[in-house]
T-cell receptor
Framework: TQLLEQSPQFLSIQEGENLTVYCNSS?????LQWYRQEPGEGPVLLVTVVTGGEVKKLKRLTFQFGDARKDSSLHITAAQPGDTGLYLC??????????FGGGTRVLVKP | NAGVTQTPKFQVLKTGQSMTLQCAQD?????MSWYRQDPGMGLRLIHYSVGAGITDQGEVPNGYNVSRSTTEDFPLRLLSAAPSQTSVYFCASSRVRGTNYGYTFGSGTRLTVV
C-alpha cells in the first residue's frame, strides 16, 4: 500500500503571510497532483507535477516535486482569505489509481 | 457545463436499507472511480473502472457494488447500509491513457445511515 502523509494537518495564518504544505511518501509516484477542496464541493485539480525536481507556479502558488519523486510541497506567497480550503496531495501510480494524503486544512484570516 | 454529476446530494438511510448513488460524466472519460471521505482519513478508493464492462476493487470495497454498462455512468450500490457507511461519497473520472491526467470530481453525496 502506498501511503502519502501531509503536514501540517491544520494551518491558520493571517492574510499576507506565507505558508508551506508538505506531502511525503516512501513510495515513488509517476506523478503527483494537488487539489483544493471547499466545503460542500469535490476536490478541484490545481496542478500535476511529473518530473523529479519540477517546479510549477500558479499565480501565488508554487508546487515542487522532489528529485526522487517521493515528496512534494506547496508554497503560498502572501496568502489571501480566498486561499482558505482543504489542500490534498495525491500520488498517481501505474493504472491511473490515485492515492490521497490526509489533507491540510488552511485558514487564512483577514 | 461538462463534468461529473452525482445524485442525490444528501441521503438518510436506515440500517439495512439499500440504495444506489448515481454518477454520470459527459467528458468521454474512460476511467471512473468512487471515493469516500471521512474526517481525518482523507479520500479512500472504493471501486474503480477503466472502461465499460470493467470494474475492480479499491481499498475499501466491502459493502459496495458497482457496474459499468456505459462509458458515461458508474453507479455505486450499497447492499445493506450500516452506520459505518456514513460518509461523503465522491465520484471522479479521468482519461485512462497515461498517468498524468488529473481527476474531475463530482460535488459529492452526503450519506447518513441511522
Amino acid at each position: 500500500t502506498q501511503l502519502l502523509e501531509q503536514s501540517p494537518q491544520f494551518l491558520s495564518i493571517q492574510e499576507g503571510e506565507n505558508l508551506t504544505v508538505y506531502c511525503n511518501s516512501s513510495s515513488v509516484f509517476s506523478s503527483l497532483q494537488w487539489y483544493r477542496q471547499e466545503p460542500g464541493e469535490g476536490p478541484v485539480l490545481l496542478v500535476t507535477v511529473v518530473t523529479g525536481g519540477e517546479v510549477k507556479k500558479l499565480k501565488r502558488l508554487t508546487f515542487q516535486f522532489g528529485d526522487a519523486r517521493k515528496d512534494s510541497s506547496l508554497h503560498i506567497t502572501a496568502a489571501q482569505p480566498g486561499d482558505t480550503g482543504l489542500y490534498l496531495c495525491a500520488g498517481q501510480a501505474a493504472g491511473n489509481k490515485l492515492t490521497f494524503g490526509g489533507g491540510t486544512r488552511v485558514l487564512v484570516k483577514p | 457545463n461538462a463534468g461529473v454529476t452525482q445524485t442525490p446530494k444528501f441521503q438518510v438511510l436506515k440500517t439495512g436499507q439499500s440504495m444506489t448513488l448515481q454518477c454520470a460524466q459527459d467528458m468521454n472519460h474512460e476511467y471512473m472511480s468512487w471515493y469516500r471521505q471521512d474526517p481525518g482519513m482523507g479520500l479512500r478508493l472504493i471501486h474503480y473502472s477503466v472502461g465499460a464492462g470493467i470494474t475492480d476493487q479499491g481499498e475499501v470495497p466491502n459493502g459496495y457494488n458497482v457496474s459499468r454498462s456505459t462509458t458515461e455512468d458508474f453507479p455505486l450500490r450499497l447492499l445493506s447500509a450500516a452506520p459505518s457507511q456514513t460518509s461523503v461519497y465522491f465520484c471522479a473520472s479521468s482519461r485512462v491513457r497515461g498517468t498524468n491526467y488529473g481527476y474531475t470530481f463530482g460535488s459529492g453525496t452526503r450519506l447518513t445511515v441511522v
